[in-house]
């Protein structure tokens, strides 16, 4: 099959629009499991009434494990929001109520977020033995929700259609947990590109969430100990030791 030039790439694989279907291909190195793993996750949210685009199939292509979803014609409101950075509190306020959407659902469905987080935590090789311990005794010491949690939200997952309807896309990072240690994560995702970004963010999730800053922060070693175990090429790793060794000199 020739998908043609992909319209996007990540660190796990690459997204083609093909035959009005995006087409998402993953990576030779990830487990086999991979595609049915998210496809399952996709297909939750799915069912629990969120915008999320429909899984149609589960498949292989070329020999590469890939999922075929319906296509969603918009675009992204971090994209829309780079050339009009004065809406950024319109926007930010329209990406929070989603987010408030989805962490308003209980869930016994998918893997706890604790599990997830113990897992990364243990990975991340550049985190000596004594700062996983201080890590995951505070990860023992947290209150653990059900709450559904998207994993990895920030504006450029959410698809704004021309009839303003939103839709939220990659469910691989989903998990049930905590929405403090959720909202942190998308505080520490916006943090590495903008700092008054970051600030509107949590100013206004804050608000409308009830939840003090505090409470919040007190998952910052555990998320930023976690993502050190991803990776990305895009991330500083001296941000996030910072953050760890802040905690475990305390």
Same mark, same amino acid.
């Given at each position: 099959m020739?998908?043609?030039?992909?319209?996007a790439?990540?660190?796990?694989a690459q997204?083609?629009?093909?035959?009005n279907?995006?087409?998402?291909?993953?990576?030779?190195?990830?487990?086999?499991t991979e595609s049915?793993?998210e496809a399952?996750?996709?297909?939750?949210a799915h069912?629990?009434?969120l915008s999320?685009?429909e899984?149609?199939?589960?498949?292989?292509i070329?020999?590469?494990?890939?999922?075929?979803?319906?296509?969603?014609?918009g675009?992204t409101?971090?994209?829309?929001?780079?050339?009009?950075?004065n809406?950024?509190?319109?926007?930010?306020?329209?990406?929070?109520?989603i987010q408030?959407?989805?962490?308003?659902?209980?869930?016994?469905?998918?893997?706890?977020?604790?599990?997830?987080l113990?897992r990364? *935590? /243990?990975?991340?090789q550049q985190?000596? $033995?004594r700062?996983?311990s #201080?890590?995951?005794?505070?990860? %023992?010491?947290m209150?653990h929700?059900?709450?559904?949690?998207?994993?990895?939200?920030?504006?450029?997952n959410? *698809? /704004?259609s021309?009839?303003?309807?939103v $839709?939220?896309?990659?469910? #691989?990072?989903a998990?049930?947990? %905590?929405?403090?240690?959720?909202v942190y994560?998308t505080?520490?995702l916006?943090?590495?590109?903008?700092m008054?970004?970051?600030?509107m963010?949590l100013h206004?999730n804050?608000?409308k969430?009830g939840?003090?800053k505090?409470?919040?922060?007190?998952?910052?070693p555990?998320?930023?100990?976690?993502?050190l175990?991803?990776?990305?090429?895009?991330?500083?790793?001296?941000?996030?030791?910072?953050?760890?060794?802040n905690?475990?000199?305390?």
């Amino acid at each position: 099959m020739k998908l043609g030039t992909p319209v996007a790439k990540g660190n796990t694989a690459q997204i083609y629009h093909y035959d009005n279907k995006i087409i998402k291909v993953f990576n030779d190195n990830l487990p086999k499991t991979e595609s049915h793993y998210e496809a399952t996750i996709q297909k939750y949210a799915h069912s629990c009434g969120l915008s999320v685009p429909e899984v149609i199939d589960v498949t292989e292509i070329d020999g590469k494990q890939a999922i075929i979803m319906e296509f969603i014609k918009g675009r992204t409101i971090g994209d829309i929001l780079s050339e009009n950075l004065n809406q950024a509190e319109y926007y930010m306020t329209i990406s929070i109520d989603i987010q408030q959407g989805i962490h308003s659902i209980v869930t016994d469905s998918l893997v706890p977020m604790s599990v997830k987080l113990r897992r990364q *935590i /243990k990975a991340a090789q550049q985190l000596d $033995t004594r700062q996983k311990s #201080v890590l995951l005794k505070k990860l %023992d010491a947290m209150t653990h929700e059900k709450r559904l949690c998207h994993g990895d939200f920030h504006l450029f997952n959410l *698809i /704004k259609s021309d009839n303003d309807k939103v $839709t939220i896309i990659d469910w #691989v990072d989903a998990s049930a947990g %905590d929405p403090r240690a959720d909202v942190y994560r998308t505080y520490l995702l916006y943090e590495q590109f903008s700092m008054e970004l970051a600030d509107m963010y949590l100013h206004l999730n804050c608000n409308k969430s009830g939840l003090s800053k505090d409470e919040i922060f007190q998952w910052a070693p555990i998320i930023a100990g976690a993502r050190l175990s991803e990776n990305v090429s895009s991330e500083s790793n001296e941000r996030l030791m910072r953050i760890v060794e802040n905690y475990c000199t305390l």
